[in-house]
């Protein structure tokens, strides 16, 4: 048996071919284990992992004393494959992800289809929450939405979209608008559906679910505050302990509210409380104060603009060390500009990724200095000798190899 990791990372699925075609030939073969559960589609460009990440949680605390499993499928991964599929918080098997992988591979072969990475993994999760009897699972777009192969589900019982903005412009469009409107196509005739009014794309999202007779569900007010030493979320005039940092995430709470009411499970005070207690979503303006270290997944100037605001307010008065990696498909150069203020030092990792960005490729369009780092042992050192703010960002995949070396607490 092939390890699965080498079958994703081969030259043949190792690419981006948006397209329902490949995905749906597979599932049918499969039965379509997609129509089984009961589905939330989570789509946008920031905050769609944290979105789906509350809901899970809320849904776990609401049937963790029942036999209700709670299927999660997000990406990208920050250690292993196995990260993207979970139930009740648990990743998928070593030898079960690799049998699932091997297996589905060798039948899609077997009938001439050439499935990418992402239509394997969709097409492995999907049939993963079927064996184990999953009834609910929350679905992440992997990128934009129409074409995307999680759009392969017929009825979601709510689709969520997140704040719009530039990314994969390549791919996706270079307006918010066009963005919309790929993000758009997850929307289902007669379904329901959560958005913000102040999302970028509203009036696309609105004309789309008019169009397709979709309810808009009403999305709460909430804010969240740091008071003390401690994150909270208040809801109603309520406050409520809550894990994720950052003024942002009171969007991706209220939308992830409005989903959970949209399909019916009532919660209580007690469960909400636990949620959002326990939620985590590693590399999130996760904090690591012993070490003095801020690690980030933000990755498009819009998540840079996020991150930027909460280190000038949060950490005004700090000097900042800046380790910054990223892919050479992102618009680098303005996040950069975001980013990087006339105080900051700034130093550049060059991961080992396939379409990691070079230290040539920067010099040769950002002009402000950087240091690269050539290896793990340098960026230790920088941790270890420096009592400045460490703040690390750009990439998940950066993030992800470097931390894998680096233990934290």
Same mark, same amino acid.
């Given at each position: 048996?092939?390890?699965?990791?080498?079958?994703?990372?081969?030259?043949?699925?190792?690419?981006?071919?948006?397209?329902? @075609?490949?995905?749906?030939?597979?599932? #049918?073969?499969?039965?379509?284990? =997609?129509?089984?559960?009961?589905?939330?589609?989570?789509?946008? &460009?920031?905050?769609?992992?944290? &979105?789906?990440?509350?809901?899970?949680?809320?849904?776990?605390?609401?049937?963790?004393?029942?036999?209700?499993?709670?299927?999660?499928?997000?990406?990208?991964?920050?250690?292993?494959?196995?990260?993207?599929?979970?139930?009740? #918080?648990?990743?998928?098997? @070593?030898? =079960?992800?690799?049998?699932?992988?091997?297996?589905?591979?060798?039948?899609?072969?077997?009938?001439?289809? !050439? $499935?990418?990475?992402?239509?394997?993994?969709?097409?492995?999760?999907?049939?993963?929450?079927? /064996?184990?009897?999953?009834?609910?699972?929350?679905?992440?777009?992997?990128?934009?939405?129409?074409?995307?192969?999680?759009?392969?589900?017929?009825?979601?019982?709510?689709?969520?979209?997140?704040?719009?903005? %530039?990314?994969? &412009?390549?791919?996706?469009?270079?307006?918010?608008?066009?963005?919309?409107?790929?993000?758009?196509?997850?929307?289902?005739?007669?379904?329901?559906?959560? %958005?913000?009014?102040?999302? +970028?794309?509203?009036?696309? $999202?609105?004309?789309?679910?008019?169009?397709?007779?979709?309810?808009?569900?009403?999305?709460?007010?909430?804010?969240?505050?740091?008071?003390?030493?401690?994150?909270?979320?208040?809801?109603?005039?309520?406050?409520? !302990?809550?894990?994720?940092?950052?003024?942002?995430?009171?969007?991706? $709470?209220?939308?992830?509210?409005?989903?959970?009411?949209?399909?019916?499970?009532?919660?209580?005070?007690?469960?909400?409380? =636990?949620?959002?207690?326990?939620?985590?979503?590693?590399?999130?303006?996760?904090? *690591?104060?012993? +070490?003095?270290?801020?690690?980030?997944?933000? *990755?498009?100037?819009?998540?840079?603009?996020?991150?930027? *605001?909460?280190?000038?307010?949060?950490? +005004?008065?700090?000097? +900042?060390?800046?380790?910054?990696?990223?892919? #050479?498909?992102?618009?680098?150069?303005?996040?950069?500009?975001?980013?990087?203020?006339?105080?900051?030092?700034?130093?550049?990792?060059?991961?080992?990724?396939?379409?990691? $960005?070079?230290?040539?490729?920067? !010099?040769?369009?950002?002009?402000?200095?950087?240091?690269? /780092?050539?290896?793990?042992?340098?960026?230790?050192?920088?941790?270890?000798?420096?009592? !400045?703010?460490?703040?690390?960002?750009?990439?998940?995949?950066?993030?992800?190899?470097? %931390?894998?070396?680096?233990?934290?607490?």
């Amino acid at each position: 048996m092939t390890i699965a990791s080498e079958i994703l990372t081969s030259h043949k699925k190792f690419h981006i071919s948006l397209g329902l @075609d490949r995905i749906s030939k597979i599932l #049918n073969l499969l039965n379509n284990p =997609q129509d089984k559960f009961k589905i939330i589609h989570v789509a946008g &460009t920031n905050g769609k992992g944290s &979105t789906s990440k509350i809901i899970n949680e809320i849904l776990i605390q609401k049937f963790k004393d029942t036999d209700v499993k709670i299927g999660l499928f997000t990406s990208p991964h920050l250690f292993s494959y196995t990260e993207r599929i979970k139930i009740n #918080n648990e990743n998928i098997s @070593d030898n =079960q992800f690799d049998l699932l992988i091997n297996e589905i591979d060798n039948y899609a072969r077997e009938h001439d289809i !050439e $499935l990418t990475e992402f239509e394997l993994l969709c097409a492995v999760a999907f049939q993963y929450f079927y /064996l184990e009897k999953v009834e609910y699972v929350i679905l992440e777009v992997g990128l934009g939405g129409l074409y995307d192969a999680t759009n392969v589900v017929k009825k979601p019982l709510v689709e969520i979209i997140t704040e719009l903005d %530039f990314d994969h &412009t390549q791919r996706l469009g270079s307006t918010i608008d066009e963005i919309a409107q790929q993000k758009a196509g997850i929307i289902k005739q007669n379904s329901k559906v959560a %958005f913000l009014k102040s999302n +970028k794309g509203y009036n696309i $999202l609105k004309n789309t679910a008019l169009e397709k007779n979709a309810e808009i569900i009403k999305v709460p007010d909430v804010k969240v505050v740091f008071e003390n030493g401690l994150n909270y979320a208040i809801i109603n005039s309520k406050k409520y !302990e809550f894990n994720l940092l950052g003024a942002h995430q009171a969007d991706n $709470l209220a939308l992830a509210l409005a989903g959970v009411n949209a399909i019916g499970v009532e919660i209580s005070s007690d469960i909400l409380k =636990q949620a959002l207690k326990n939620v985590q979503w590693r590399f999130r303006l996760e904090y *690591h104060n012993d +070490k003095n270290i801020l690690i980030d997944g933000a *990755h498009n100037p819009s998540g840079i603009r996020t991150l930027r *605001h909460f280190l000038d307010l949060k950490f +005004k008065n700090d000097k +900042k060390i800046f380790i910054f990696g990223c892919l #050479n498909n992102k618009d680098y150069k303005s996040m950069l500009d975001i980013l990087i203020k006339q105080d900051d030092e700034f130093y550049f990792y060059e991961f080992n990724y396939p379409n990691a $960005l070079k230290f040539k490729e920067l !010099e040769e369009k950002y002009q402000k200095k950087a240091i690269k /780092l050539d290896n793990i042992a340098e960026i230790e050192e920088i941790i270890n000798k420096q009592s !400045e703010l460490k703040v690390f960002c750009g990439s998940l995949y950066m993030l992800g190899q470097v %931390f894998s070396k680096i233990k934290l607490k």
